[in-house]
């Protein structure tokens, strides 16, 4: 299908959507564009790196993501997809910049803005503005703002509903990483439009590849329903991250607690890790937290307990190498979760970093996702990124960081002569 085009019976028949632009190409908004363009849209990915837009204009892809370099590919070359670094005129605009926070944990919005401020000038009757970003409350409300300002021309959307000029809404990102492609066509969305208008005009465009459930909101229960989820998953790993300090206190094997825990028919407790990273779950419920601090204790209590995990490692591996003549150890993964190489948030690397920096021992990294080591790690005379039988056979300590595939696979027998200190669990 080419196009948005059908009312859904709600007598609401606005011009078909033909042309997107996609503002941002990063881990949400190429795959958008790239799935658009192969739905039949003329998409056009608006984006600040020169470096980005001539990697996309030659089928090619900065992310490593199952399947998006073909379907980039395959976009650019049927002509349906062009990257670009001047905005142009479309039917609807989606928003997929970063929402990252401030030093004191408030949200930087200066993206969004930014964007917005790109798309103000270009719009024409009929259009649609959509944030997919992972937003505060009142994100998408200060669009349809912003753009009020720049456009006193055009009438804006309100809350109660009455025809406007244009139609503003937000459809926040839901996708897993290593999963994108799959989850960004069979999960559930959520659209929160500023008037329900904007919400449905909204989900006609989503209708033409989702194949999950569109559920239509207000903009800011939407916004706040992405939050959420990500909040829950954050305290609810928190609560599994406290168990592994409690049980290391008391000799206990957490994994062993967990899964007899876990028979319970209503119990299902989470994995302890080295710590929560990526740029969603460590990020978002500050959003949260910042909207409300005094009615937020939980989900403070859980940011603190995840955020000081990879420091609860880190005394592990410096009380196991104090005990031993100039160590050798091995940190197996530096990524912020399995079979990925994105570093962002990474508690693995963090751990890795605060080695380095303390001189704790020789490092030998290993990183089956990455071909050389990080800035950060690079330059630093004892740390080395090698191959794991390499790092297994020198290694005094052994420091499992990430469960990635390769090292689910390890013989058991290598590591008997070792110090191990296992944060995922794998080897429990
Ligand atoms: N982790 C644990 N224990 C667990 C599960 C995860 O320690 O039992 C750690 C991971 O190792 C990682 C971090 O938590 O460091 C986050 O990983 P994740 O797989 O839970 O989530 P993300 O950040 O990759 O993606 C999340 C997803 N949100 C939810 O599952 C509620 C995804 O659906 C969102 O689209 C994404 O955030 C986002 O972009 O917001």
């Known amino acids: 299908m080419s196009g948005a085009e059908t009312g859904s019976g709600t007598g609401f028949e606005p011009p078909a959507i033909h042309r997107v632009a996609v503002f941002g190409l990063g881990y949400v908004g190429l795959p958008v564009a790239a799935v658009l363009a192969g739905c039949g849209f003329d998409v056009i990915g608006v984006e600040i790196s020169e470096h980005i837009v001539g990697l996309v204009n030659g089928g090619k892809v900065h992310i490593v993501e199952p399947d998006l370099d073909m379907i980039v ?8 997809l062009r990257a670009t670094m ?4 479309a039917d609807a605009f989606i928003i997929a910049v970063p929402t990252p926070f401030t030093g004191d944990h408030q949200p930087d919005l200066s993206y969004v803005k930014a964007a917005t401020q790109f798309i103000a000038p270009l719009l024409q009757k009929t259009n649609l503005v959509l944030l997919e970003s992972t937003s505060p409350v009142g994100t998408t409300e200060s669009i349809r703002n912003w753009i009020a300002e720049l456009r006193p021309d055009l009438a804006m959307p309100q809350t109660e509903g009455e025809r406007a000029d244009i139609y503003v809404a ?6 897993l990483p290593g999963r994108v492609l799959r989850e960004l066509v069979d999960n559930d969305r959520i659209i929160g439009g500023i008037s329900p208008v904007c919400a449905e005009r909204a989900a006609m465009l989503y209708r033409s590849f989702v194949r999950g459930e569109i559920y239509l909101t207000n903009a800011r229960t939407a916004e706040l329903a992405k939050l959420v989820e990500n909040a829950y998953r954050d305290v609810n790993i928190g609560f599994a991250n406290e168990l592994s300090v409690v049980c290391d206190r008391l000799g206990i094997n957490v994994w062993e607690l967990i899964g007899l825990s876990n028979k319970h028919p209503r119990v299902n407790i989470l994995a302890p890790g080295p710590g929560v990273g990526g740029h969603c779950i460590a990020v978002d419920p500050w959003f949260i937290v910042s909207a409300a601090p005094d009615a937020t ?9 995840n ?3 990879p420091d609860f490692v880190l005394e592990k591996i410096k009380t196991a190498a104090a005990r031993l003549r100039g160590p050798v150890i091995a940190c197996l993964g530096l990524s912020y979760k399995a079979d990925i190489d994105d570093l962002r948030e990474s508690p693995a690397l963090h751990i890795v970093e605060n080695l380095a ?9 290993v990183e089956p996702n990455l071909g050389r080591l990080p800035p950060s790690l690079a330059e630093v005379a004892h740390v080395r990124l090698v191959e794991l039988g390499e790092a297994l056979s020198a290694a005094d300590i052994v420091v499992l960081l990430v469960d990635h595939r390769q090292f689910k696979r390890i013989d058991r ?3 008997k002569p070792k110090i191990i200190i296992d944060t995922r669990g794998v080897w429990r």
């Open 86 to 89: 001047t905005p142009e005129h």
């Open 413 to 415: 027998e290598l590591l």
């Open 307 to 309: 955020e000081r995990k």
């Open 73 to 80: 590919q395959a976009a650019v070359s049927a002509g349906k």
């Open 297 to 305: 204790p939980i989900i403070q209590a859980a940011r603190v307990v």
């Open 357 to 365: 920096r303390e001189k704790v021992g020789d490092l030998l990294v």
């Open 170 to 175: 937000h459809c926040p990102e839901r996708v």
